[in-house]
């Protein structure tokens, strides 16, 4: 459900991310803080090892986490 939830949040916030606020004219830069840039990161690093377990298992034959 976390990986869930997380693809939830990004998804929400992915256009105003790459092109900031055009109706206020703000770029990504000042809608988010850098403490919430490193909790998309985080979120981002969390999301790739899980992808990255559930492909190595399925190449080794398993099911998955």
Not at 4 to 28: H, N, Q, T, W
Request: proline share 5%.
């Amino acid at each position: 459900a976390e990986i869930v939830d997380i693809s939830a949040r990004l998804r929400k916030e992915r256009e105003a991310s790459m092109y900031g606020d055009e109706v206020l004219g703000l770029p990504p830069s000042r809608l988010y803080t850098e403490a919430e840039a490193a909790q998309a990161a985080r979120w981002a690093e969390l999301t790739y090892s899980l992808a990255s377990q559930i492909i190595g298992d399925q190449e080794a034959g398993g099911k998955g986490p």
